[in-house]
Nanobody, 125 residues
Framework: QVQLVESGGGLVQTGGSLRLSCAAS????????MGWFRQTPGKRRELVAG???????VYIDPVKGRFTISRDNAKNSVYLQMDDLKPEDTALYFC???????????????????WGQGTQVTVSS
């Protein structure tokens, strides 16, 4: 059984930091891109950051310079360091495995088959 388990969410003030972790089991994702998505009520789930199997990264414009995605293939894990958090970053964050990577434009990356359960990030103003 394939599982992606996120952790690290929480409540933080504007300007604060959080580090999200996603640990995968049941399947090795080192040959695939992985990513972090977020979703708020009434809105579509959107890609926040992606990392391909070589470590090439992509970010949506609102998080560039503030968020950093990384991976540790030995641990079958992917991380999202979030700095200078803003209230608009408040969302449920999901890890996604087996993504299809594209160009430097996040819109060319496609979500994969495996999702975690999500971890809530709340940024207070």
């Amino acid at each position: 059984q394939v599982q992606l388990v996120e952790s690290g969410g929480g409540l933080v003030q504007t300007g604060g930091s959080l580090r999200l972790s996603c640990a995968a089991s049941g399947r090795t994702f080192s040959s695939y891109a992985m990513g972090w998505f977020r979703q708020t009520p009434g809105k579509r789930r959107e890609l926040v950051a992606g990392i391909d199997r070589r470590g090439v990264t992509v970010y949506i414009d609102p998080v560039k310079g503030r968020f950093t995605i990384s991976r540790d293939n030995a641990k079958n894990s992917v991380y999202l360091q979030m700095d200078d958090l803003k209230p608009e970053d408040t969302a449920l964050y999901f890890c996604n495995g087996e993504m299809q990577s594209g160009t430097s434009d996040p819109r060319t990356w496609y979500r994969g088959n495996y999702w975690g359960q999500g971890t809530q990030v709340t940024v207070s103003s």
